[in-house]
C-alpha cells in the first residue's frame, strides 16, 4: 500500500500522541493512582501503535506495543508506578521520538531496535507481576500479536501478495461452501487488483461485483462490501463467490470492466472437517489476541479500520485543530497583500481627486474596502496563529530530567500558555526558549544546599511567562537562582581582551550583561553537558532577532534572572512612516518610533566627534541616514531638520531624514536571497502607485 | 511533437552588448519591459536593485554590470528577464535586447571545455551553433548565485 500521502498526518498526530503521552507520564509520576491518566495514556499508546503498524514502521509498532503492555498492567491493577518505571517509559518516548525523527528525514523508520528499552520493558513488566507463569505468557503473547499485525502490515503492503489466505471463512460461511460443493457448485476466492491511477475505486468495485452477480453468489467480501463502498479499501479486494461458471469466464467477465488490474482466483477446497478446523483455530487466535490487548475493541487484524476506531474515543484528549497548509495560507495572505494595496492605490487616487471636486460615494467605497480588508486581515492572521502552548508544553518534561541531571531540585512555573503567535514565529521560538530554559536551570540556580545557606526555600523556581503587551508577545524566562556577577563577566571580558579593565571599570551594569550576548562569551566556570559551551546567547539572539524580536537580561544578584523576549505579533503586515531620502523612499516601522522633532542645525552638538542633540534633557545621537544608505546627493540648504526619534529598549537615536510622507499599512514582503542583503534594509513593500519602498530596520541603526 | 524525443533543448536568445547568449527556457518565467528600479543600498553592484512584478518584489541584475560591461543604457528594446530557478525566489536579468527563441540539439551543441572560450567563472553551459552564428550557453545558477 503506497503510504507516503499519508506520511504527514502520521508524523502530525504522532507528535501529538507523544507530546500527550510526555505530559501524561510527568502527571502519572506524581499521582501514580490517577486512573483518568493512566486511560488517557494507554489510548494514546494504543493509537500509536495502530498507525506505526498501518504505516509499516515494525520497529516502532514493536516498542509501542512493549510500552502499551506495561500501560495495560498499569491499568489493570496489576503494577505500581515506580521512578524506575517512569524513567524506562520516558526512555522509551525518546526512542520514539528518534524514531519519528528518522521518519521525518527520510520517510525510514532507520534501523535502531532499542533492545535494551524493550528488554527493560519486559523485565519491569516481570517483576512488576512477580510471577513465573504470566512472564511466559508475556513473552510468547507480544511475538504472537507482532506476528499478526505484521501478517497484516505485509498483507496490505504487498498488493500482489494474494489476500485469499487471510480471509476468515465463519462457521455459516464453510457451511454454505460444504453445501454448495455438494450440490456440484465451486466456491473461489477472487481478488481483484485496481490499477494504481484508478479514481473512482468504488465505482469500478461496483462493475466488478455487478458482473458477479449475473454468475453466481458472491457470499463474502473482503473488506466489507459497506467498506468498499466508501472507498475504505486500498487497491484490491476480495470476495467468495459460489458458482458453476470456470474460472477463465469469470476472469474475462471481471477484466472487462476497465482500470483492473489483475485478477487471481483461487478455488475452495473444501474438506469438511479441515475447514472446521482451521477456522476454529483462527477463531481462536484472534480472540486471544483480543483478551491480551485488554479490552481493545477491534483486533489488529484490520489495523487500519483499528486505528481509526481507536482515534475517536481518544478524540477529546488532542486539541480540536485544523490543519491548515500553511502554502494555501501563504496565498491566501498574499491575496489579502494585493487587496490592501489595491485599497492604497484608491487611497492616493483619492488624496490627488480632493482637491478637485471628489463624490461621497467614492470615500464610502474606500471606508467599507478598509473595512473589509482590515477583517480579512485580521482573520487570516488568526488562522495563523497558534498557541505558544504548543512548544511549552514539551518544556515540564525537560525541566524535569534537567533536574534528575544536575542534581538539583526545581519547580517550572508557566503562565500564559494561550498566548498565541504567528506560526512561523512558534517553529522558531521553541530553540531559544529550551536554551533560556537550559541556562536557567544549569547556571542561574544554585545547588539545593547553597540556596538553604543564602536563605532561599530549597527548591529552585523557574518561570515562563507569556503575556500579550501591544503589538508585542512577551516571553519571559525567570528564575529566582544566584543571578549574574557583574564584577564576574567583567573580569572575563577582561581576560578575553574584549577589553581593558579601565573600560571595563567604565561601562554601566547594563552594558555588561549584554556581553552576554556576544559570541563565545559563557561566564560558566565548568562546561557541563547541558549548557556553557559559550555557543548560548549569542546564538538566542540572533534567532530572536531574525523573527523581528529582541532580547534583554535583567538580573540582580542573589535573587535572579529575567530575560525577556519580545516578539512582534504578526510578520506580515505592520504600519509604517513613509519617509524620503532624496528621491527615495523608505518605510520606517511605526513600533520603533518615539516621536518626529523639527530640530534646527545649530542645536547639533559634538561627543566625541560624534553629532548628537539634546532633546529635553536626553542626549541622542543622530544618525545620518543619507549617508550611511549612499543615497545619491541632492541639493539642499536646510535650517531644519527632521529628526525621527527611534528607540530599542532604553536606547535612542535621531534619524535625519529628508521628508515625512505620513503613515501607512504596508505588507512587508522579502527582497529575495540573491540580492545581498546587508541588514539595514528588513525587506520591501509595494506602495500605492507600484513603486518599491525599502523597509529599514532601525534596530540596526540604534 | 516527435522531435521532443531527441535531446533537445530550447532556448531563449538574448543579445549584450556585442555578444548572444542563449538561456534555457525551463529556467524563464516571465520577460517583462524595462521598469522602474528601487536602489538597494550596499547590494552587490551589478544588483540594480528591486521591482514590483504584479505584487511581487523581485531583485534585478544587470547582465552588463555582471560580465564586466558598461553601464546599461536603456532603449525600447532593453528587457527584463525573470528567471525562477526556485519556485519560491526570483530573479530578473537586464538584457540589451530579446531576439528569438531557439531549439537546439546535442549535435549544436560544443562543451565549453573542448572549446577554446575561456569561462573561470562557469557562467557558461556550452557554446551553440545555430544559423552560422554562435550562442553562448549560460549555465544560470552560475551566474545568479553567488560563489565568493
Redesign the interface.
Known sequence: MDVSQYLEIFIDETKEHLQSLNQQLLVLETEPENSETINEIFRAAHSLKGMAGTMGYKRMQRLTHDMENVFSEIRNGKMSVTADLVDVLFKGLDALEAYLGNIQESADEGTEDYEDIIDQLNNILNIGLGKEAPKEIKEDKPEEAITAASVTAEAVSQSSDSKCNKMIIADYEKKAIIKADDMGIDAFVITVYIQEYCILKAARAFLVFKALEGLGDVIKSQPEVQDIEDEKFDLDFSVVILTKVSEDNIKSKIMNVSEVKDVIIEKIDVDKNEVIDTAEEAYAVSEGYQDKAGNLSISSGKAGAGSAAAKQTAKPIVNRSVRVDIEKLDVLM?LV??LI?AKNGLVSISANEKNSKSGTGFNDQIEYLERVTTNLHESVMKVRMVPIESVVNRFPRMIRDLSKKLNKKMELYMTGEETELDRTVIDEIGDPLMHLLRNAADHGLESNEERLAAGKPPVGSIFLDAYQDGNNVVIEVRDDGAGVNVEKVKKKAVEKGAMTAEQAEAMTDKDIIDLLFEPSFSTAEMISDVSGRGVGLDVVKTKIEALGGDIEARTRLGEGSNFIIRLPLTLAIMQALMVELGS?KYAIPLGSIQTIEDVMNSEIKYVQSKEVINLRGTVIPLVRLDK????PETEKQQENLTVVIVSKGDRQAGIIVDNLIGQQEIVI??????????K??GG?T?LGD?????ILDVNTLV | MEANLIDTKQCIVVKTGNEQYGIDIMYVDNIVRMQ?I???????PY?K????LR?????V?SMRLKFGLDDDVITNATRIIIIKLESQ???GIIVDEVKEVITLDDTMIEKVANSAVEDKYGYLSGIGKHKGGLISLLNIAGV???TV
Open positions: 498574499n497583500s494585493e494595496i527615495e550611511i544608505l549612499e543615497v514582503k522579502s527582497i529575495g536571497k540573491y540580492i545581498n542583503n546587508n539595514i534594509i520591501a509595494i507600484g513603486e518599491v519602498a525599502l | 522602474r528601487t536602489r538597494v543600498p550596499k547590494a552587490q544588483f536593485g528591486v521591482i514590483n505584487g511581487e518584489i523581485i531583485p541584475m525566489s526570483a530573479v545568479i548565485i553567488e
